[in-house]
């Protein structure tokens, strides 16, 4: 499985063309990596592309989503885990992952949440995510840009716990009924 590393990626993560796997590179080294490690004045910026991006080329959206595993895997900075968790949620609420990438993901956030127990919300909320986006928009399908991708929105998931406290709470209610 992927694991997180300091240290750039040489290639893209999934099987894509020469192109894309280029632009993967430079999204891991500038989007992934800015928002873990909390450096940019604007992570929304970031993170709205990489939701523009996945909305609208469907090949990418698996690279897009396993570039954040692969740092949240084994990261032993906790804040940086928590920000890639944040942004994987707001990926996962706007373009759903291919049928094959799902399962993947699934076995990682069963697998982090018995590793890590203080990151079971973190892994359930990514999870509901997950399935939510792909109730909402299915698989394989190009989504219309049409959503609200103000930075006020997108600025939500990263810093607000508003959103985080949306999910929990109604992930508790989804439990208790």
């Known amino acids: 499985m992927l694991t997180h590393s300091r240290q750039t990626i040489p ?85 759903p992952p291919s049928e094959t990438f799902e399962k993947y993901i699934e076995g990682v956030m069963i697998i982090e949440s018995k590793t890590n127990p203080g990151e079971d919300l973190y892994s359930s909320l990514v999870l509901r995510c997950m399935h939510e986006g792909i109730f909402k928009y299915g698989y394989h399908l190009k989504l219309s840009k049409n959503f609200d ?12 716990s508003e959103i985080l406290d949306n999910l929990s709470t109604n992930h508790a209610h989804s439990i208790q009924n």
Not at 77 to 92: E, P
């Open 11 to 95: 290639t893209s993560l999934t099987i894509i063309s020469p192109q894309l796997s280029a632009l993967a590179v430079w999204i891991f080294s500038h989007n992934i990596c800015a928002i873990e490690r909390d450096i940019s004045s604007h992570p929304e910026v970031l993170l709205r592309d990489m939701i523009m991006l996945g909305r609208s080329c469907v090949s990418m959206r698996d690279e897009l989503l396993a570039q954040h595993v692969k740092q949240i895997r084994k990261n032993p900075d906790n804040s940086c885990k928590i920000r890639l968790y944040k942004s994987l949620m707001a990926c996962l609420c706007h373009f």
């Open 149 to 160: 991708n103000s930075l006020g929105s997108i600025k939500k998931w990263l810093i607000s």
